[in-house]
């Protein structure tokens, strides 16, 4: 089992310019989530979706949008970069309840000039 | 604003010393996580720790959740090597499934 992937696992961008960042896990897990870590600031929550067909905001949504395509897979989506946008993206999905334990993906570094 | 404190930022020890980091926060937890994560990874569940004042170790790691339930400590008994990187605190609000993270502290283990 590959557990969590990421794709791409690293990206510039130009100020602007739009990307999609993409997730997929293979553990049929009901829960996903995107988070982003900022030095010093932990993990934030961006959105999640706590089954197929449902996403819901989390702690900083602005700037992004994302899609649950199926069970397996969780895009985010970046319609026009900003600097402050700047971050690495970590993935995670769990089962039912995010309490028991989230597995996270290795994490995408974005750069926004 | 954080709702969980880590303190300190940053360790910086020989192998074989020991070590306590803490995770702190004005509100009561519901549960609480920690994670380890190296560098170019991501996190990876430690342990969870749910009752106020319980006490879980993990091979030389020693958990410890308050009795109020509103701070939490990791120990780690003769650190090696390999115990180094980030650890994160991490809490559920009383009625939330949202897991909140604290800002980390990066320990470093000299051989």
């Known amino acids: 089992n590959a557990g969590v992937t990421q794709t791409p696992k690293f990206q510039v961008l130009k100020t602007g310019q739009s990307m999609t960042l993409q997730c997929a896990q293979d553990?049929?897990?009901?829960?996903m989530y995107w988070y982003r870590q900022d030095p010093g600031m932990g993990l934030r929550l961006i959105y999640y979706?706590?089954?197929?067909?449902?996403?819901d905001k989390g702690e900083v949504p602005n700037g992004y949008n994302v899609s649950r395509l199926n069970k397996r897979e969780f895009s985010l989506r970046l319609e026009s970069a900003a600097p402050s946008q700047t971050s690495v993206y970590f993935c995670?999905?769990?089962?039912?309840?995010?309490?028991?334990?989230?597995?996270f993906g290795p994490g995408t570094r974005l750069t926004v000039l | 604003t954080q709702l969980l404190e880590q303190s300190p930022q940053f360790l910086s020890i020989q192998e074989g010393e020991n070590l306590t980091v803490y995770c702190n926060s004005s509100?009561?937890?519901?549960?609480l996580q920690w994670y380890r994560q190296e560098p170019g990874e991501g996190p990876v569940l430690l342990v969870t720790?749910?009752?106020?004042?319980e006490v879980k170790k993990l091979k030389r790691l020693t958990f410890q959740f308050g009795d109020a339930r509103k701070d939490s400590s990791l120990h780690i008994t003769a650190a090696q090597p390999g115990d180094t990187g980030l650890y994160l605190c991490?809490?559920?609000?009383?009625?939330?499934?949202?897991?909140?993270f604290g800002g980390g502290t990066r320990v470093l283990v000299k051989p």
């Open positions: 509100s009561v937890f519901s549960s």
């Open positions: 553990m049929n897990h009901n829960s």
């Open positions: 720790v749910v009752t106020g004042g």
């Open positions: 995670a999905s769990s089962w039912d309840s995010p309490r028991i334990e989230q597995f």
């Open positions: 991490a809490s559920f609000k009383a009625a939330g499934n949202k897991l909140t």
């Open positions: 979706s706590a089954s197929e067909g449902t996403t």
